[in-house]
T-cell receptor
Framework: AQKVTQAQTEISVVEKEDVTLDCVYETRDTTYYLFWYKQPPSGELVFLIRRNSFDEQNEISGRYSWNFQKSTSSFNFTITASQVVDSAVYFCALSDLYNQGGKLIFGQGTELSVKP | DADVTQTPRNRITKTGKRIMLECSQTKGHDRMYWYRQDPGLGLRLIYYSFDVKDINKGEISDGYSVSRQAQAKFSLSLESAIPNQTALYFC????????????FGPGTRLTVL
């Protein structure tokens, strides 16, 4: 079955700490895409990154970095030197390209709280 | 202007009322989706549409119906709202042949009393 698991329901850190959000996925497909979204308190979903199953290179964007490891079916997200503005719910998602119109399968979300 | 818009953004209604949530997009995408978000459950698919004449149920379609009035418009209806339909609802679009990325509207927060 296609599934995304974000085992960390809530994480609380103090500003400037590094924090890693875990994402583990299950899929039967050889071609798939993984995503991270941020949901700030205002509620909208903000796209952060897309990674395809054939590209295992890690990616860095400013304070954000992503570690994709097919061997462990993980796509973890690290925020370096966290800031209060990083406080949000973060979702990992997997594209189900061949079922239900190519829907996205979301994890349960990790609520990150960054305290000053 | 936003590529995917949803109206209303917030709605409070009573049990048994009929309510419609609307979604419009200017991205020219064929595929449109409705998801609902509940705390601790992530987003789950309600309905999806490949085009105006192709509408399909998702994981949790019971109690909902949809209408694809045009390529750009996809509406979600609750025929007789119930309290457990209180949730945050998102509309999304996607190109027909693409890398799976979906573009989300800002969400509609629905409360059923």
């Amino acid at each position: 079955a296609q599934k995304v698991t974000q085992a960390q329901t809530e994480i609380s850190v103090v500003e400037k700490e590094d924090v890693t959000l875990d994402c583990v996925y299950e899929t039967r497909d050889t071609t798939y895409y993984l995503f991270w979204y941020k949901q700030p308190p205002s509620g909208e979903l903000v796209f952060l990154i897309r990674r395809n199953s054939f590209d295992e290179q890690n990616e860095i964007s400013g304070r954000y970095s992503w570690n994709f490891q097919k061997s462990t079916s993980s796509f973890n997200f690290t925020i370096t030197a966290s800031q209060v503005v990083d406080s949000a719910v973060y979702f990992c998602a997997l594209s189900d390209l061949y079922n239900q119109g190519g829907k996205l399968i979301f994890g349960q979300g990790t609520e990150l709280s960054v305290k000053p | 202007d936003a590529d995917v818009t949803q109206t209303p953004r917030n709605r409070i209604t009573k049990t048994g009322k009929r309510i419609m949530l609307e979604c419009s997009q200017t991205k020219g995408h064929d595929r449109m989706y409705w998801y609902r978000q509940d705390p601790g459950l992530g987003l789950r698919l309600i309905y999806y549409s490949f085009d105006v004449k192709d509408i399909n149920k998702g994981e949790i379609s019971d109690g909902y119906s949809v209408s694809r009035q045009a390529q750009a418009k996809f509406s979600l209806s609750l025929e007789s709202a119930i309290p457990n339909q209180t949730a945050l609802y998102f509309c999304a679009t996607r190109r027909g042949t693409s890398d799976g990325e979906q573009f989300f509207g800002p969400g509609t927060r629905l409360t059923v009393l």
